[in-house]
């Protein structure tokens, strides 16, 4: 594989909803696994009905409020972690919800995460599949993706984001929530995509 260079710090200090699309074709690497990230949501603080950090800051989502460049992970329904990318300034709340991925490397290991799987499309496609896959829980909220704290990073391998990506509605929002805001990017006929970018 190409030489992977982790993302400066400087590159997450900017809006959700502009990190949004340069994360697609970014990898994250967790030890020996690493997967493309093709699918993102942007989420934009107090101003984003659909945020977690819409009402202020809790335990839950302290992360959320900076440093940028950490991981927001969260229990979503008591049954799936899913995991964020803290950007903007301290203080802000925005973050990026990583939606979906193409396995690269460590396929057996995602494999061997996700029992009863049989189709590589399947492995990383939802944030749920994302997190089982790369191996990642509650215990990674926190680490920091720029320093590679707990073997989790994210790189850049010289794979451009794409010129025009798929922009959709955000996924699983409540009516009048954010539901209507095109947050949602993605890699337009990728592998690991959570559902169709039409």
């Known amino acids: 594989m190409t030489k992977l260079r982790p993302l400066p710090r400087r590159f997450y200090r900017r809006d959700s909803r502009e990190l949004a699309p340069l994360l697609l074709n970014k990898l994250l690497v967790h030890s020996d696994r690493v997967a493309r990230l093709v699918e993102v949501e942007a989420y934009a603080g107090d101003e984003d009905p ?47 919800l990583l939606r979906g991925a193409t396995p690269v490397e460590g396929v057996d290991e995602m494999y061997a995460s996700r029992p009863g799987i049989t189709r590589e499309c399947d492995l990383c496609a939802g944030p749920g599949r994302l997190c089982q896959a790369l191996g990642l829980d509650g215990t990674f909220d926190g680490t920091d993706v720029v320093t590679g704290s707990d073997d989790v990073v994210l790189c850049d391998d010289g794979t451009p984001p794409p010129t025009d990506p798929a922009r959709t509605v955000r996924v699983g929002l409540t009516p009048g929530k954010g539901d209507e805001s095109l947050w949602r990017f993605c890699v337009r006929g990728a592998v690991g995509l959570s559902r169709p970018a039409r």
Do not use: I, K, L, Q
């Not at 940028?68 to 329904?77: D, E, I, L």
């Not at 990318?85 to 301290?90: A, R, S, T, W």
């Open 50 to 96: 659909g945020s977690h950090a819409f009402r202020g800051r809790t335990p839950r989502n302290a992360t959320m409020f900076g440093p940028p460049g950490h991981m927001y992970v969260y229990r979503s329904y008591g049954v799936h972690w899913c995991a964020n990318v803290v950007c903007g300034e301290d203080g802000w709340a925005s973050a990026v």
